[in-house]
């Protein structure tokens, strides 16, 4: 696995159980000791809300700010295939 690869793995595997530990605090912590679950999972669920709305404008801030450079296209010249990304020799 490539180290870029691995290094995001690693990254999001961290963050799913941060979220998840941090969800289940907030859902233990507002449940009224437990005469109100219903208020827990609504406080869980806002959390969780929240947080993936701030990574999609984190996203939508660097694909912004790179302006779609990732991906520039490869001009065919005439009489050639175009490349692909296969492991072949």
């Not at 605090?25 to 809300?49: K, M, P």
């Not at 939508?60 to 779609?68: P, S």
Request: with cysteine; charged share 15%.
């Amino acid at each position: 696995m490539p180290p870029l690869a691995l290094a995001l793995a690693i990254t999001n595997a961290k963050s799913s159980s941060s979220s998840t530990g941090i969800a289940a605090t907030i859902e233990v912590y507002t449940n009224d000791n437990g005469n109100d679950l219903l208020q827990g999972y609504r406080s869980a669920f806002w959390f969780a809300s929240c947080v993936s709305f701030a990574g999609f404008l984190l996203v939508l801030a660097v694909v912004r700010v790179r302006g779609g450079h990732g991906h520039q296209q490869v001009e065919e010249k005439e009489g050639e295939s175009p490349k692909t990304g296969s492991l072949e020799a």
